[in-house]
C-alpha cells in the first residue's frame, strides 16, 4: 500500500495562500508607486504558485505535471518582472516619476 504522509494538512496550506494572495492584491490596488504594483502582482504569482505545488503534493505526487506547470509559472513571472521593471526605468527616463496617477501618456 502507497500512502504519504504530510506534515501539514491541505487546508492549511491553501489558507496561506490565500493570505497571501490577498496581500498581494491589497498591495497592487492600494499603491501609487508602479514599483510597489509590480511587488503585490508578484505576491498573488506567488500565491499561485503555492497553489499549485500543493495540489501537486496532495492530489498527484507521482505525476510531475503539476511541478512542471509550476516551474513554467515561475518562467513567467521572472520575465513579467523583468519586462515591468524594464518598462518603470523607460517611464522614468522620460517623466522622471515613478507614480502611477502621474503618468497619463495614453490620454488623449
Known amino acids: 500500500m502507497n500512502t504519504i504522509v504530510?506534515?501539514?494538512?491541505?487546508?492549511?496550506?491553501?489558507?496561506i495562500a490565500a493570505v497571501l494572495f490577498c496581500l498581494g492584491?491589497?498591495?497592487a490596488l492600494s499603491r501609487r508607486n508602479t514599483v510597489g504594483i509590480l511587488m503585490g502582482v508578484e505576491l498573488m504569482l506567488n500565491a499561485v504558485n503555492i497553489n499549485l505545488i500543493a495540489f501537486w503534493r496532495y492530489l498527484e505526487p507521482q505525476r510531475t505535471s503539476?511541478?512542471?506547470f509550476?516551474?513554467?509559472a515561475i518562467t513567467v513571472a521572472a520575465a513579467e518582472a523583468a519586462v515591468g521593471l524594464a518598462m518603470v526605468i523607460a517611464v522614468y527616463r522620460t517623466r522622471l516619476t515613478i507614480n502611477a496617477d502621474e503618468i497619463d501618456t495614453l490620454k488623449g
Open 6 to 15: 504530510t506534515a501539514v494538512p491541505l487546508e492549511y496550506v491553501l489558507t
Open 25 to 27: 492584491l491589497w498591495g
Open 66 to 68: 503539476g511541478l512542471l
Open 70 to 72: 509550476t516551474i513554467f
